[in-house]
């Protein structure tokens, strides 16, 4: 089965600073992999997906993910956080091609320090 | 806004009971996903339907069960509730096929007390 772990469950970056979220994933079939956002009390947003078109994958928000391979990693990264950046972020992998069923991280809390 | 409807918000009910949350997909969507989020097991899926049937399968418990009906929303109805199943279940819908993008519906929140 696929997984993917999210390392570290609290981050706290300083406004202006960059931001990077770990998650690296299990799998042995090329994945799809997904960065996810809860604000609170929301339901979850689609940041940015992998689904092996580019390793270099943009999304909404200013935030960008990188598929590596050779280390199994699927980081989020935005170059300068936003207070309103404050939220839960949530890597997620799906399955084989054509069955979409997310298996989601354990999430990462992300707080901006103004 | 996602476009994929949950009702109701919130529900407060008692040990014991039965209750049924329902999903309005966006208009289109085929496929239906339900969800449950909760402090100690995280976002675990529990099922799928695409287009009335069932597709896949999770970590559901057989007190609970779903279905999609030919209108496309779907139900989730949990049975013989017990303190544990208080949690955040939300409802995804996608196009289905090869579409691997889901979104996602702002979640019912259910207390069991």
């Known amino acids: 089965a696929q997984s993917v772990t999210q390392l570290g469950s609290h981050v706290s970056v300083s406004e202006g600073a960059l931001v990077l979220l770990r998650c690296n994933y299990s799998?042995?079939?090329?994945?799809?992999l997904f960065w996810y956002v809860q604000y609170p009390n929301q339901g979850l947003q689609l940041l940015l997906k992998?689904?092996?078109?580019?390793?270099l994958v943009k999304g909404i928000n200013g935030f960008e993910a990188e598929f590596k391979k050779s280390e199994t990693s699927f980081h989020l990264t935005k170059p300068s956080a936003h207070m309103s950046d404050a939220a839960e972020y949530f890597c997620?992998?799906?399955?084989?091609?054509?069955?979409?069923?997310?298996?989601f991280g354990t999430g990462t809390r992300l707080t901006i320090i103004p | 806004d996602s476009g994929v409807t949950q009702t109701p918000k919130h529900l407060i009910t008692a040990t014991g009971q039965r209750v049924t949350l329902r999903c309005s997909p966006r208009?289109?969507?085929?496929?239906v996903y339900w969800y449950q989020q909760s402090l100690d097991q995280g976002l675990q899926f529990l099922i799928q339907?695409?287009?009335?049937?069932?597709?896949a399968k999770g970590n559901i418990l057989e007190r609970f069960s779903a279905q999609q009906f030919p209108d496309l929303h779907s139900e989730l109805n949990l049975s013989s509730l017990e303190l544990g199943d208080s949690a955040l279940y939300f409802c995804?819908?996608?196009?289905?096929?090869?579409?691997?993008?889901?979104?996602f519906g702002q979640g019912t929140r259910l207390t069991v007390v």
């Open positions: 995804a819908s996608s196009v289905g096929g090869d579409s691997t993008e889901a979104f």
């Open positions: 799998s042995s079939v090329p994945p799809y």
């Open positions: 992998y689904t092996s078109a580019a390793t």
């Open positions: 997620a992998v799906s399955d084989n091609f054509g069955n979409e069923k997310l298996t």
């Open positions: 208009s289109g969507d085929l496929s």
């Open positions: 339907y695409y287009n009335g049937e069932e597709r």
